[in-house]
């Protein structure tokens, strides 16, 4: 079924596209996607064909999150997803552990981004939570993405406790995409917790916040506000 699922992979590709995304994501010498191959499909044909192969046993769907091909590795991630949002609960921490395994292979914002909060987050939203405090402190930048992006399940579910703490031990972080990151999770706070909360922690931080993180995070914000706080005038 793994032959199977490349050949119809394969068999969409678009040059073209694929020309673009490599540029999109910054696969040049010195960016943080160097080296990485594109086929050059769109996010809805890799979901359409997660869901046609789904049944894809998780051995094999280890080995396609293993390519060098970013679209293989987006698939192979989609379709762990699905079983894990499916599977009993033996499957599901077996998912878990084979991502946190293979973080070197989740290499990309947009692989982070779609899978990171379904997976991780959602394993860790009744357990343990150490995991992600040991990943926000990664010297891997994509780990450290994934233990911001995984709180969105938290907030998606009332909390923010997590999302702030790590925000917090995120604020130093040397890479605009983990400042990006940050600034879009604690939007979301804002937007679907506590504006409160929110509000409390760009109090504490905000003189010292990256901008890109600050202006990620008060986009929401009435222009007044955005302007008060992007000229260090915030509430005190």
């Known amino acids: 079924m793994l032959d199977k699922l490349k050949k119809e992979l394969r068999a969409q590709a678009d040059p073209e596209k694929a020309k673009i995304l490599q540029r999109f994501f910054k696969t040049g010498p010195g960016e943080y996607g160097q080296g990485d191959i594109f086929l050059g499909l769109v996010v809805p044909k890799i979901r359409a064909l997660s869901k046609k192969y789904a049944c894809l046993d998780t051995r094999d769907t280890e080995i396609l999150l293993r390519s060098p091909i970013h679209e293989e590795r987006l698939l192979a991630l989609l379709i762990f997803v699905l079983k894990f949002e499916k599977g009993p609960a033996r499957e599901r921490a077996k998912i878990y552990r084979t991502y946190l395994k293979n973080t070197e292979y989740i290499n990309s914002w947009d692989l982070v981004d779609l899978t990171a909060d379904r997976i991780v987050g959602a394993f860790a939203r009744d357990r343990d939570k150490t995991i992600l405090y040991k990943l926000a402190c990664s010297e891997n930048m994509w ?6 992006i995984a709180t969105f399940h938290f907030i998606k579910n009332g909390s923010s406790a997590e999302t702030l703490a790590i925000a917090g031990l995120l604020i130093n972080d040397a890479h605009d995409l983990i400042h990006k990151a940050s600034g879009w999770m604690l939007r979301e706070v804002g937007k679907r917790v506590d504006i409160a909360a929110e509000e409390g922690f760009l109090k504490k931080y905000y003189k010292k916040m990256p901008r890109t ?19 260090k005038k915030g509430r005190q």
């Not at 993180?213 to 000229?231: D, G, H, V, W």
């Open 143 to 148: 780990e450290r993405r994934i233990a911001i």
């Open 213 to 231: 993180m600050l202006r990620y995070a008060i986009e929401r914000f009435p222009e007044s506000k955005r302007k008060a706080y992007l000229n």
